[in-house]
């Protein structure tokens, strides 16, 4: 045989299968049955857009869009982006499409998303997301409504024991303005002890600081201006709408006053869901308001709240769902009876009832593959019953073994 190297999977990436994939796949239906409660319309966006969408709207000096972004040259010559987050391609194709006429539009999405990260547990270059916007509200109730729609995903899930809303405000434009100068202020008279990093952001995005990984930075942020000295009476007013909604849905929440997210389009409210269980990677859900981010991407001044989760993380957080076998399996003893065992599977699932065929090895063999595949009966039918018209039908459960006449095979499949 020639001497041909089996390609690996790109770093960073996952083949998502069994138990893994289980929990994935009830992470997404959960996701998409809770937003029609809460009245969210579909969509489907592209995994590539043009660069500037994400380098506009996210800010040229967020960790995404300077160290993380899959971007490349199409063969015409245009700079295209793998996206590595939904709502600035959302925001895209908000303008694009021309749907200010439906604003308010609560829209809703999940996918693959790409980011070059230092792949680790909870952390990888493709990865997933649920992702919730409200665009074109600028009422708090909006921010609470996605609070508390987040809360209610995260409570069918049965996550949401030690996962804890941290929420905050990063007030508006004039109360961000002042802060960032004090914070500046503060962070030079720092700037010795303070990380590479951090002394970098200091040049182009101080508020990211705040949303450091190293230890040290940390320890200087304790003491840095906070933003409630800084907000405006209409920033305060807010910011006590969004905290009374959840206070009237019960939903219990924590001021975290350091909290900033790492992209620059956050007004208002910012929030993560934050468990202890996942070690560094703890952060299962986060989102904000962006209003200012549709007037980076050339549009009109359009408020918008939403959230984004990953999937992954939230899957590992959940007990795999029991995966149900199907309802039976055909066992066909000899040549004549395979035969007609493919009309009788095909009866079965046009009758919308799950079923597969096992036609290999001994009877034994043949019984273990259905018992390890968790069917709730199987048929099995040799071919002097079928001679008369008849199989044998057992109930996997029960034990109870009977025969049956071929015609009445769908009738008793559904009764099971
Ligand atoms: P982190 O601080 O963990 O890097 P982030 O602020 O970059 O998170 P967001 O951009 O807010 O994350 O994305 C929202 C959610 O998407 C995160 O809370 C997390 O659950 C998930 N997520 C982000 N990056 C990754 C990744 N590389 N691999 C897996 N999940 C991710
Ligand atoms: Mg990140």
Redesign the pocket.
């Known amino acids: 045989m020639a001497n041909i190297q089996t390609p690996n999977a790109v770093r960073g990436t996952q083949d998502i299968i069994g138990e893994a994939q289980e929990s994935f796949a009830h992470v997404v239906q959960t996701f998409e049955r809770i937003s029609r409660y809460y009245g969210f319309e579909a969509v489907q966006v592209p995994v590539i857009e043009q660069t500037s969408v994400f380098a506009r709207s996210l800010g040229e000096s967020t960790d995404?869009v300077s160290k993380e972004m899959y971007s490349f040259e199409d063969r015409g010559g245009d700079s295209i982006t793998l996206r590595p987050?939904f709502t600035a391609g959302i925001s895209r194709a908000f303008l694009t499409n021309g749907w200010q006429q439906h604003a308010p539009m609560k829209l809703s999405g999940h996918g693959p998303l790409f980011?070059y990260?230092r792949p680790q547990k909870?952390?990888?270059?493709q990865?997933h997301?649920i992702d919730a916007e409200i665009i074109g509200a600028a009422e708090p109730l909006a921010d609470a409504e996605l609070l508390i729609m987040a809360d209610q995903l995260l409570r069918e899930l049965k996550i949401s024991d030690g996962v804890i809303l941290n929420l905050n405000t990063l007030g508006d434009a004039n109360s961000r303005d002042a802060w960032r100068l004090a914070l500046i202020d503060y962070f030079q008279s720092h700037k010795d002890t303070l990380s590479k990093e951090s002394l970098d952001r200091l040049e182009r995005n101080p508020l990211r600081i705040l949303d450091s990984k190293s230890a040290d930075d940390q320890k200087i942020c304790e003491d840095a201006p906070v933003i409630d000295d800084y907000l405006t009476p209409e920033a305060q007013d807010f910011f006590a709408q969004v905290t009374s909604a959840l206070d009237a849905a019960k939903i219990s929440w924590t001021r975290n006053a350091s909290l900033v997210?790492?992209?620059d389009y956050y007004r208002h409210t910012a929030f993560?869901f934050i468990t202890d269980r996942l070690g560094a990677?703890g952060?299962?859900?986060?989102?904000g308001r962006y209003d200012g981010l549709i007037e980076n991407l050339g549009g009109a001044a359009t408020p918008a709240v939403g959230w984004?989760?990953?999937i992954?993380?939230l899957a590992m957080l959940i007990d795999t769902p029991n995966k149900t076998g199907p309802d039976t399996i055909l066992i066909p003893l000899g040549d004549a009876a395979q035969t007609a065992a493919i009309a009788i599977l095909s009866d079965i699932r046009r009758h919308h009832i799950s079923a597969d065929m096992a036609y290999k090895g001994n009877m034994k063999k043949r019984m273990q593959k259905a018992n390890a595949k968790n069917a709730k009966s199987v048929i099995i039918m040799g071919d002097d019953e079928l001679e008369r018209g008849e199989v044998s039908l057992k109930n996997l459960s029960s034990g109870q073994q009977e025969s049956i006449a071929i015609e009445n095979i769908i009738a008793a499949l559904q009764k099971l």
């Open positions: 995404v987050e980011r990260e909870g952390r990888y270059r990865f997301q997210r790492g992209l993560e990677q952060t299962v859900l986060g989102g984004a989760a990953g992954e993380r």
